[in-house]
């Protein structure tokens, strides 16, 4: 860490901390360079990148000022949905997303892939080179239906964090989380089901919903604490739900964490309509508070929450690592492990052990959770200077993801095919959700270091969003919606 963001950190503490409180005159470069012994333009670099996390602001010959929260954008809208359940739809628009992610000239600011370029993962591949050198016969061969028990164990030690006391017995390693989410679904499912989720939803999540047959109603979401336990409640006394299924921890799309009252409050409602509840919990770690927080798991008494979580966010996607405990539904998880997966790679499986026993995982945990949390500060800086004033943005508290809401009637998917040929690519927010709301949301990662080369490509986002919308101002006959 260089000097200047040294003393970022440091003064980014202290107004956490209150020293300096919003609206307050920070000390001048000179003073802050005679204080910490460091140049003026180390001082300059620090301000500066205070500046870009939004925590201060410069005012001509006045100096630097802690900026007020009042600043911010505003947050995104909770949208309301018939509480019905519906067909799920958008395969078409999600497998042109994922082709698109495939393609090696485009810069891919929708995905949701971790920063593969930090230290840890160099330790983490020399330990895949040992392994697989000194232990090619174990390595090559069939592991256990559970997964690898060394793994397996680790896992239980690293669910103590989130509040959860499991053994490793209890825990099924999967393909990577999207495959624990199957396995939950296939467990408490049916062809035909009901299905309650968040919304807007990973769209990995619906279109496997979609893939075995079940139906959804999508619950209105709220970006700060998360699903209506209200409309849940009313949906649950309508229809016959056999499971929720929700992102309660760093959310995908939305950034919230559900506070515990409310994940208590639903893990209630889940037992009086005796429903199972799929928790994914994918990027649970990355929560920028500490501890992180508890899991629903945590709190169930009666094994009727399957989590499911993996590597793929925290560490790498290309591991195809994750993990279910699923509670009282074991047997059954067990079997749609069995006749769909099958075995999980032992590699990876014994390399991401020995990365969790030497001490190597929670050490790159630390460390992402500051860059990610710097970059959304930065992030957001960089959407307010070069989107409309009325755009509205999630504000995560983990992970790497960002909710962009346009205004109304804009379409995300016209606005990603004017993009892809300048080499840019988002997420539409449509692919979001089951029926195709959210056409006028984008969803954004922020997991790469924030270089010059994303700046200016926010800056082409936001430059096509006015050419847009002036579009349609200028000929309101014109429908900005696709059809």
């Known amino acids: 860490m260089t000097r200047y963001q040294q003393l970022a950190n440091i003064l980014s503490q202290r107004i956490k901390e209150g020293l300096y409180v919003p609206g307050e005159r920070l000390p001048s470069v000179r003073v802050l360079s005679d204080e910490h ?6 001082v300059q670099q620090a301000y500066r990148q205070l500046e870009e996390c939004l925590l201060i602001e410069a005012r001509p010959k006045s100096g630097y000022f802690v900026r007020c929260s009042s600043n911010l954008p505003a947050l995104p809208a909770l949208c309301s949905h018939a509480q019905r359940p519906v067909e799920i739809s958008q395969w078409e628009n999600t497998l042109e997303f994922l082709k698109a992610s495939a393609q090696d000239n485009v810069l891919h600011l929708g995905v949701g892939t971790p920063d593969l370029s930090g230290p840890g993962l160099k330790i983490l591949n020399r330990l895949l080179a040992r392994i697989s050198l000194h232990q090619s016969e174990e390595v090559l061969d069939y592991d256990s239906i559970y997964g690898a028990l060394a793994l397996r164990e680790q896992i239980a030690r690293l669910m103590l964090d989130s509040g959860n006391h499991q053994s490793a017995d209890n825990i099924i390693i999967t393909s990577g989380c999207h495959g ?3 396995i939950a679904l296939g467990a408490v499912c049916q062809p035909g089901d009901i299905v309650a989720v968040d919304s807007p939803s990973f769209h990995g999540a619906m279109q496997t919903l979609k893939g075995m047959g079940m139906k959804v109603i999508e619950i209105p979401t709220d970006p700060v604490v998360g699903i209506s336990l209200e409309a849940l409640e009313m949906a649950l006394d309508q229809w016959p739900i056999k499971a929720i299924q929700l992102t309660p ?27 199972a509840i799929i928790e994914d919990d994918v990027y649970g770690a990355l929560a920028y508070q500490y501890p992180r927080p508890p899991t629903i798991a945590s709190f169930d008494e009666d094994g009727r929450v399957l989590l499911c979580s993996s590597f793929s966010k925290t560490v790498a996607p290309g591991l195809r690592v994750g993990w279910i405990a699923p509670g009282r539904y074991l047997e059954k998880a067990l079997h749609m492990k069995y006749i769909s997966a099958g075995r999980v790679p032992t590699l990876p499986q014994l390399a991401m052990a020995e990365f969790i026993k030497q001490g190597h995982y929670l050490q790159h945990l630390r460390r ?3 860059q990610y949390q710097r970059n959304r500060d930065i992030m957001t800086g960089w959407i307010m200077k070069y989107f409309p004033p009325n755009t509205c943005l999630s504000r995560p508290q983990g992970s ?3 909710w962009v809401e346009l205004p109304y009637g804009f379409d995300s998917l016209r606005l990603n095919r004017c993009l892809l040929p300048q080499g840019i690519q988002i997420a539409v927010g449509f692919i979001s959700s ?3 709301k959210y056409r006028n949301c984008l969803r ?8 010059r080369e994303i700046e200016h490509a926010i800056q082409k986002v936001g430059k096509t969003i006015y050419e847009l919308l002036e579009v349609e101002q200028a ?9």
């Open 368 to 370: 992402m959770r500051r």
């Open 180 to 182: 624990a989410l199957a």
């Open 475 to 483: 000929s309101p006959e014109i429908q900005v919606l696709s059809p």
């Open 434 to 436: 089951a029926a195709g």
């Open 249 to 275: 921890t760093c959310n995908n799309p939305l950034g919230y964490n559900m506070p515990n009252e409310r994940k208590k409050a639903l893990l209630t409602l889940a037992q009086r309509y005796d429903v």
């Open 400 to 402: 790497f993801m960002l």
């Open 37 to 42: 012994g460091v140049s003026i333009s180390t």
């Open 444 to 451: 954004l990662s922020y997991s790469k270091p924030m270089t």
